[in-house]
Nanobody, 123 residues
Framework: QLQLVESGGGLVQPGGSLRLSCAAS????????IGWFRQAPGKEREGVSC????????TYADSVKGRFTISRDNAKNTVYLQMNSLKPEDTAVYYC????????????????WGQGTQVTVSS
């Protein structure tokens, strides 16, 4: 059964850090690019970052550049999102998604989605 499971969310103070994980099972992980998205209450889902299937050429939303880092370990079927210098506006449910292609899609046309993990940045 194909699954993407996010973990690592939680409550953190502004300026703090979290590392999200996206663990995949049931498909050939290294054939997929993996993206991270987030959706805040009352807002549309937005792309945060993406890693192509070999972990190269990562992309980032302007709002997280210099603060977030995406990485992947194909041996562990896992993609990570290291989030530093967190701000209240980073509060959202974070989702990972998989697309069966080398490069990251420019839209949200991913094949599979996880259930999400809540990140709350507040003092």
């Amino acid at each position: 059964q194909l699954q993407l499971v996010e973990s690592g969310g939680g409550l953190v103070q502004p300026g703090g850090s979290l590392r999200l994980s996206c663990a995949a099972s049931g498909f050939t992980f290294d054939s997929y690019s993996i993206g991270w998205f987030r959706q805040a209450p009352g807002k549309e889902r937005e792309g945060v970052s993406c890693s192509n299937k070999i972990g190269g050429d990562p992309t980032y939303a302007d709002s997280v550049k210099g603060r977030f880092t995406i990485s992947r370990d194909n041996a562990k079927n896992t993609v990570y999102l290291q989030m530093n210098s967190l701000k209240p506006e980073d509060t959202a449910v974070y989702y990972c998604a998989a697309k069966r292609r080398f490069f990251c899609p420019r839209d949200q046309s991913y094949d599979y989605w996880g259930q999400g993990t809540q990140v709350t940045v507040s003092s």
